[in-house]
């Protein structure tokens, strides 16, 4: 069973920064990816960023490239997410995510965290 939790979400103003967290714990793979995804009210949960176990190789979806983030802690069973720039249309719950390769799609993900909403206004 692995347990992830998520924090750092809040409410910011257009333009502003937030930095989420999230701590993995319980048994795992042996190496796995971490990733975020993220899900506005009425729509499908989307690919954020993901990041190998080594740090090595990251991902981006194109509408935060530049902005956002997606780094690793020293034990890796941390990953957080440094997000710039804030737009309202960025606002969404954030989901962290372990999965066994830094994909884009939620279904190559195996474990879930409950989320943290993140707010930007304008």
């Known amino acids: 069973q692995v347990q992830l939790v998520e924090s750092g979400g809040g409410l910011v103003q257009a333009g502003g920064s937030l930095r989420l967290s999230c701590a993995a714990s319980?048994?795992?793979?042996?190496?796995?990816?971490m990733a975020w995804f993220r899900q506005a009210p009425g729509k499908e949960r989307a690919f954020v960023a993901a990041?190998?176990?080594?740090?090595?190789?990251?991902n981006y979806a194109d509408f935060v490239k530049g902005r956002f983030t997606i780094s690793r802690g020293n034990a890796k069973t941390t990953v957080y997410l440094q997000m710039n720039s804030l737009k309202p249309e960025d606002t969404a719950v954030y989901y962290c995510?372990?999965?066994?390769?830094?994909?884009?799609?939620?279904?190559?993900?195996?474990?879930w965290g409950q989320g943290t909403q993140v707010t930007v206004s304008s």
């Open positions: 995510a372990v999965g066994m390769l830094p994909g884009t799609v939620p279904r190559g993900y195996d474990y």
């Open positions: 319980g048994r795992t793979f042996s190496t796995y990816a």
């Open positions: 990041i190998s176990w080594s740090g090595s190789m990251t």
